[in-house]
């Protein structure tokens, strides 16, 4: 079992960025996944969850109606689009794969980050 | 929205050590917890879940107790690639949320 993010970059305040996470070696469209950052030298922040089919999305509240969480299960990828972005969103992004139900909140495993620095 | 308070923030210990870890949330949560533990640059492993639940090849050593608002993990006779970040979750509602970590580090 994999995850692996890719889509980081340094984007000016206001700017727009894309993650992506491609997992393998597990039915991908059989579980919820995940997005959790974490800001240099802090601890670790949910961000985002989706159901098997994208038909239901959870989000924190500092970053609801900015980031938006999609999955492509044809493709195996997850999605976080992230726009009007802040200063406080610099962070590592993790995703991970939660359980195939909606009392499973937990994540296993995890990617190995992508880095987002929101920076003029 | 659900505080994870972890104390202490901070471990300083030697091998062999057993060391426990607190895990207090603000409302009561069931045994809907789990615990991380993430070594420096990499990302964080499940090692517990539904509070005392194993993950898959997690060492013995390690144990999870509690439910309701408080909640504990053991780490019995301390190894070397123990020394991390551990970190509680709660599992019971959104916004999951995760406690502020405690830093096992070398004495």
């Known amino acids: 079992v994999r995850l692996v993010e890719s889509g980081g970059d340094l984007v000016q305040p206001g700017g727009s960025l894309r993650l992506s996470c491609v997992g393998s070696?597990?039915?991908?469209?059989?579980?919820?996944m995940t997005w959790v950052r974490q800001s240099p030298g802090k601890g670790l922040e949910w961000v985002s969850d989706i159901d098997q089919d994208g038909s239901v999305k959870y989000y924190v509240d500092s970053v609801e109606g900015r980031f938006t969480v999609s999955r492509d299960n044809a493709g195996n990828s997850l999605s976080l689009q992230m726009n009007s972005l802040r200063a406080e969103d610099t962070a590592v992004y993790f995703c991970?794969?939660?359980?195939?139900?909606?009392?499973?909140?937990?994540?296993?495993?995890w990617g190995q980050g992508t880095t987002v620095i929101v920076s003029s | 929205d659900i505080q994870m308070t972890q104390s202490p923030s901070f471990v300083s210990a030697s091998i062999g050590d057993t060391v426990t870890i607190t895990c207090r949330a603000s409302?009561?949560?069931?045994?809907?917890l789990a615990w991380y533990q993430q070594r420096p640059g990499k990302a964080p492993k499940l090692l517990i879940f539904?509070?005392?639940s194993f993950q898959s090849g997690v060492p013995s050593r390690f144990s999870g107790s509690g439910s309701g608002t408080h909640f504990t993990l053991t780490i019995s006779g301390l190894q070397p690639e123990d020394f991390a970040t551990y970190y509680c979750q709660q599992a019971d509602s959104f916004p999951l949320t995760f406690g502020g970590g405690t830093k096992i580090e070398i004495k």
């Open positions: 409302q009561a949560i069931g045994d809907w």
């Open positions: 991970a794969r939660r359980g195939m139900t909606t009392l499973t909140k937990w994540f296993d495993p």
């Open positions: 070696g597990f039915t991908f469209s059989d579980y919820w």
């Open positions: 539904a509070a005392s």
